[in-house]
């Protein structure tokens, strides 16, 4: 196992067995990148996942592409035809 996919394997276990328990989030290696995907259920969560990839990934090239799935209340009526 390379350095690379030991750090990697790392920051899934990290994800999904931290405080976040997050299990929405795929990690894939990419050549000598790293590309984070999947969709988190807050702002909050993006941002923690944002830093513990910081923090794991340190000197890599990293990619985060994830989509915050914010259930809220509409803030009007739908308009019904």
């Not at 050549?31 to 993006?46: E, K």
């Amino acid at each position: 196992m390379s350095n690379l996919d030991y750090r990697v394997a790392h920051l899934r276990e990290h994800l999904a067995g931290g405080p976040l328990a997050e299990l929405g989030v795929q990690v894939a290696v990419h050549g000598d990148s790293v590309l984070v995907t999947g969709t988190v259920p807050s702002a909050h969560c993006r941002d923690e996942v944002h830093r513990i990839v910081d923090e794991t990934l340190t000197g890599l090239t990293v990619r985060c592409d994830l989509v915050v799935a914010e259930a809220s209340s509409p803030d009007h009526a739908e308009e019904l035809a």
